[in-house]
């Protein structure tokens, strides 16, 4: 089995609704990728198809070789899907829930009782999640979804309402199980939080896939100009320095910082004649084009191309 | 089979926190010794048990009451949880969707089950306490109409998971439950009524009235307890019908289990082709 995941031209309608057309994209066993794109992309309905939970309306889609909506027990014990706007019922306390879906995965009760811990539950176990925050919630449903140690996990905006130091826990909790040959995908508008974690990254545009790609490949393939900072040395003449680059390339932010726009294939050239310059630059900072800016440039690109 | 359990065990455990199980066993109960309270009184007869009594006012109580309950507790099964919005998480568990339907429905029938059992066994207890002679056979027709009042209720909570797979929304499922109720309950045997009167027997016989009887699972509740036994049917009113009746236990008991069976397995099948 080379691949976790794999979807071959699936469609799915919603009535006259076209939620996904013709997606095609595989994905291997141990890889973390990120699903971007706008609302009404489409990621919520592919995450379904990939659970199961809706039929494609053509194409075919495998999980673990198997067709989702119909697969056996086995395959479905290795799967985590943590729904979009996750819900529980209220009656019951956050260890009496959890307890109930291990028991579904065959999972000893031990082990769900650690998740909670893991999750930062182990105070609030004994209340009914009626009281819970929203944050806690979806850290409940982080637990269910890692139970059973699957083999794929499925995320639908994971880090909604979590607070930043349980998002740093969360990602750890995911690179972890990636490390041992999961299958991670994920949904989130996050983006500048998935640039440095996620090994692929899919961009989603009005059903179809515009970007599947690494984050290096997305920039090489965007040619989106870096961004290179200078701060000059005081009484040092900013007429001078202007003339590293092209004029239009240039900003000046302030009387003694310099920005200059860089395309990728001109940044080394200029980086050696900045430092040529010796004591007259005192600060050098380059920063890449990030997620959001190839984000915004994929997204666009795909309208012109329309 | 293991996750039907866990299903089950589930319902009933939301069934006591959200207070179902204490109304209705409170319901039940209180509805069932008021009974007894009243209903001593006017015995009179001397050789006719108090039992049977209670028996016919808790039949004529439970067919109206029974339908109504289950359908309370049972019509937003799953369309509850659809609006709710924990079945994609349960669907994705390693679980068949008709083990789902069926680990809820029999969770269901149980606090259906305690609650007759706890309800109306206050009847019979209250009976004992202030020293009424329990016949033996009374005390069977009682366990009898305790049973079937259940399998009435099976029926019911099976209708509601149907309706529940059904509908679109929470709202819809009560307005079908409703309409099923009445019909079921209250028109079918106003409208056989009105149709036999003006009929005056011409085209309507025996045999389709029978008939007739056995498609409504009340009737048949009605008829499996209330033209059991001579002194029953006496004070109940039935003997024109009991006289008449020709369907065995057997049937009418088999007639109740395909009332659950057929719309328990539309509700799976319509579940299992349902996207959530």
């Known amino acids: ?306 | 089979m293991n996750s039907i359990f866990i299903i089950c065990a589930r319902e009933i455990l939301l069934g006591i926190r959200n207070r179902w199980v204490l109304a209705t066993t409170l319901l039940l109960a209180a509805l069932s010794l008021s009974l007894v309270l009243l209903g001593s009184t006017p015995t009179g007869q001397v050789g006719v048990g108090a039992l049977d009594v209670v028996i016919v006012s808790l039949t004529s109580l439970s067919i109206f009451l029974v339908p109504l309950i289950a359908l309370l507790i049972a019509h937003d099964a799953i369309v509850g949880e659809a609006e709710r919005g924990t079945l994609p998480l349960l669907l994705s568990y390693p679980v068949r969707r008709w083990q789902v339907i069926l680990g809820k429905f029999s969770g269901h029938v149980l606090i259906l089950l305690f609650a007759a059992v706890i309800g109306y066994g206050a009847a019979a207890a209250a009976l004992t306490v202030t020293g009424a002679d329990l016949l033996r056979q009374s005390l069977v027709a009682f366990m009898i109409m305790v049973g079937s009042s259940v399998l009435l209720g099976a029926v019911f909570i099976a209708v509601a998971y149907l309706i529940s797979t059904l509908a679109p929304d929470r709202g819809t499922a009560v307005g079908a439950a409703i309409g099923v109720w009445l019909l079921l309950v209250l028109i079918y045997d106003m409208a056989l009524l009105g149709i036999l009167v003006i009929d005056q027997g011409k085209m309507i016989t025996a045999g389709i009235l029978n008939t007739l009887l056995l498609l409504n699972p009340t009737d048949v509740y009605r008829l499996l307890n209330l033209t059991r036994s001579a002194s029953v049917s006496q004070f109940a009113g039935m003997m024109g019908l009991a006289q008449n009746a020709v369907w065995s236990q057997f049937t009418l008991l088999a007639v109740l289990m395909l009332w659950i069976i057929v719309p328990l397995a539309l509700a799976a099948t319509v579940f299992t082709r349902r996207q959530v």
Not at chain 1, 23 to 37: D, N, Q, T, W
Not at chain 1, 123 to 143: H, P, T
Not at chain 1, 204 to 218: D, Q, R, S, W
Request: glycine share 8%.
């Open chain 1, 1 to 306: 089995m080379k691949w976790a995941i794999a979807a071959d031209k699936i469609s799915k309608h919603f009535g006259r609704v076209k939620a996904l057309r013709e997606v095609s994209f595989a994905l291997p066993p141990g890889e973390l990728v990120a699903l971007a794109g706008p609302n009404g992309a489409g990621k919520t309905t592919l995450l379904k198809l990939i659970v199961g939970l809706i039929r494609p309306s053509g194409g075919t889609i495998r999980i673990f070789d198997e067709v989702p909506a119909a697969c056996s027990l086995t395959t479905r014990r290795q799967l985590g899907y943590l729904p979009e706007n996750v819900a529980f019922n209220d009656a019951l306390t956050g260890r009496e829930t959890l307890l109930f879906y291990a028991r579904l995965k065959k999972e000893r009760p031990e082990i769900s009782l650690s998740l909670l811990e893991r999750v930062g539950l182990t105070a609030a176990a004994g209340r009914r999640v009626a009281a819970y925050s929203k944050g806690m919630r979806q850290r409940l449903g982080l637990a269910q979804a890692l139970l059973g140690n699957p083999r794929a996990l499925l995320l639908d905006e994971p880090t909604s309402g979590l607070d930043p130091a349980f998002r740093e826990r969360f990602y750890e909790l995911v690179r972890q199980l990636r490390d041992r040959g999961t299958t991670v995908l994920l949904s989130s508008h996050a983006l500048t939080e998935l640039e440095e974690r996620a090994d692929r990254i899919i961009i989603m545009k009005e059903g179809i896939i515009v970007a599947n790609a690494t984050l290096g490949e997305l920039r090489r393939e965007a040619q989106l100009p870096s961004r290179i900072v200078l701060t000059m040395a005081e009484g040092v003449s900013a007429d001078d320095a202007a003339k590293l680059a092209p004029a239009a390339s240039m900003r000046q932010i302030n009387p003694d910082v310099l920005e200059f726009l860089c395309p990728e294939r001109d940044k080394m050239d200029l980086i050696r004649r900045i430092v040529a310059k010796g004591t007259a630059i005192v600060d050098l900072e380059v920063v890449p084009p990030g997620l959001d800016k190839l984000y915004a440039h994929f997204l666009g690109a795909h309208v012109e191309a329309r």
